[in-house]
């Protein structure tokens, strides 16, 4: 028999008393309360809010070890609330013409299947989307800097363990899981994807149960794919034999523009895994005193692990080597620091990584209308204050 990693009774209300802080109402009472578009505390010095959305702010990874406290993870939400799901009452259904057996899962059904740990980021598809300004055109869309990304360790059980108590089909296509928030999200990944050992249905995030913010109480998590793959609070989950779209896959998180095609029904190349990309972690247009500093950082890939990571203080020109700490995970990040003395005045710092697939961040991306994918280098301002 498994450990329960927390007591399932009384896992609702410990949670929502715990992530809205002073109130502690019991859980029946909550039912009534409006539903907040983010449970967690926000607190200015960690993020920046954009409507359900929580943007992190890099300089407070600075002491922090590899992975992201829960207290600090990005929040993207497309609907404008996050969903009160009653872990007692929730159950998992599987359906659709790609599996023998539908059937539904109850919370302590997926608790008690062989379950699975592993640490890898969640990155939204937009992140980066302010790099792609002063192109010529606006882009619409969530703001983000660099902070729409965090690494954690999840645990779980394979998606693929649940579709084959279902029947799956070797003729299923694809695998659409569905939120249970007002928008009812979805988005399909592909079958091979799918049953992949490391495609999770999750419970836990570094070792304690989801934040309602981040999909309580179970959520998908599809290493290396966009955010948007990793379906949070997921109700149910349709198995077809035949391609699955929704909006997600059609007219958002996919490339349009003169340099990607179309893949009808969808109006552009539907994106999948997310590439290369490094942040300081510094604020943005901050200020340092003169001196020496040790500049520390984060690269990270979707499609493999960080090689190596050069960093520039004359925009581009010259380029020096960063050293890499440990450990340095598939389709997470990697820290990296580098000595620099800094003179008074304002620099322009750039770092560039290279993946262990010879993905090495470019200098410019091509546009797209919606700001997806920016994974070029990016150029951090930082002000050198004289202490003389
Ligand atoms: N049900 C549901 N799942 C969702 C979303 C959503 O709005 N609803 N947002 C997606 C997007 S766009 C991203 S980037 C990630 C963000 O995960 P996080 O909020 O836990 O950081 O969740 C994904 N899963
Ligand atoms: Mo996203």
Same mark, same amino acid.
């Given at each position: ?41 926000a607190p200015v010095e960690f993020f920046l809010k954009s409507?359900?959305?929580l943007e992190m702010r890099w300089e407070v990874l600075r002491n922090q070890g590899? %992975?992201v #406290?829960?207290?600090l @993870?990005f *929040? +993207?939400?497309?609907? !404008? ?8 009452? $929730? ?36 992140n980066g989307?302010n790099f792609?300004a002063g ?8 703001p983000w800097n660099l902070g729409a990304i ?59 149960? %989801?934040? #309602?913010?981040?999909? @309580?109480? *179970? +959520?998908?998590?599809? !290493? ?8 949070? $609070? ?43 990309k490094s942040a300081f972690e510094l604020p943005w247009e901050g200020k340092v005193s003169e001196g020496k500093h040790t500049l520390r950082g984060r690269s ?9 990571v050069e960093v520039s203080l004359d925009e581009g020109k010259t380029w020096r080597r960063a050293r890499l700490l ?7 990040w990697?820290r990296w620091e580098i000595e620099w003395d800094a003179h008074p005045g304002v620099w322009k710092l750039q770092a560039r990584a ?7 961040q470019?200098d410019?991306? !091509? ?9 070029a280098v990016v150029t951090h301002p930082v002000t050198v204050v004289s202490t003389s």
């Amino acid at each position: 028999m498994q450990e329960r990693p927390y007591d399932l009774e009384r896992a609702n209300e410990l949670l929502w008393t715990q992530s809205k802080g002073a109130i502690s109402l019991p859980p029946l009472a909550l039912v009534s309360l409006p539903r907040p578009a983010i449970g967690k505390p926000a607190p200015v010095e960690f993020f920046l809010k954009s409507e359900s959305n929580l943007e992190m702010r890099w300089e407070v990874l600075r002491n922090q070890g590899y %992975l992201v #406290p829960k207290e600090l @993870f990005f *929040v +993207r939400n497309n609907s !404008p609330t996050i969903p009160h799901v009653d872990v007692r009452t $929730w159950r998992l259904h599987i359906n659709g013409n790609g599996i023998t057996r539908p059937r539904s899962f109850s919370f302590d059904e997926i608790l008690a299947m062989p379950a699975r740990t592993l640490i890898c980021a969640i990155e939204c598809a937009g992140n980066g989307r302010n790099f792609f300004a002063g192109r010529g055109k606006k882009i619409e869309g969530t703001p983000w800097n660099l902070g729409a990304i965090g690494v954690a360790e999840w645990t779980g059980v394979p998606l693929r363990e649940v579709l084959e108590r279902c029947g799956v089909k070797r003729s299923a296509r694809d695998v659409m899981p569905e939120g249970l928030d007002e928008g009812k999200v979805k988005r399909p990944i592909p079958l091979k994807k799918a049953m992949h050992e490391d495609t999770l249905l999750v419970y836990a995030m570094n070792g304690e149960p %989801l934040l #309602p913010d981040h999909g @309580f109480p *179970v +959520r998908v998590i599809v !290493p290396g794919w966009v955010g948007i793959a990793h379906i949070k $609070w997921v109700g149910s989950i349709e198995v077809s034999e035949q391609a699955l779209y929704s909006e997600y896959n059609t007219t958002k998180y996919i490339l349009i523009g003169e340099d990607y095609e179309a893949m009808p029904p969808s109006f552009g190349e539907v994106l999948t895994t997310q590439k290369v990309k490094s942040a300081f972690e510094l604020p943005w247009e901050g200020k340092v005193s003169e001196g020496k500093h040790t500049l520390r950082g984060r690269s990270w890939s979707g499609e493999g692990r960080i090689a190596h990571v050069e960093v520039s203080l004359d925009e581009g020109k010259t380029w020096r080597r960063a050293r890499l700490l440990e450990p340095n995970h598939d389709l997470a990040w990697v820290r990296w620091e580098i000595e620099w003395d800094a003179h008074p005045g304002v620099w322009k710092l750039q770092a560039r990584a290279t993946d262990d697939r010879g993905n090495t961040q470019p200098d410019r991306v !091509p546009m797209n209308r919606e700001g997806y994918g920016h994974w070029a280098v990016v150029t951090h301002p930082v002000t050198v204050v004289s202490t003389s």
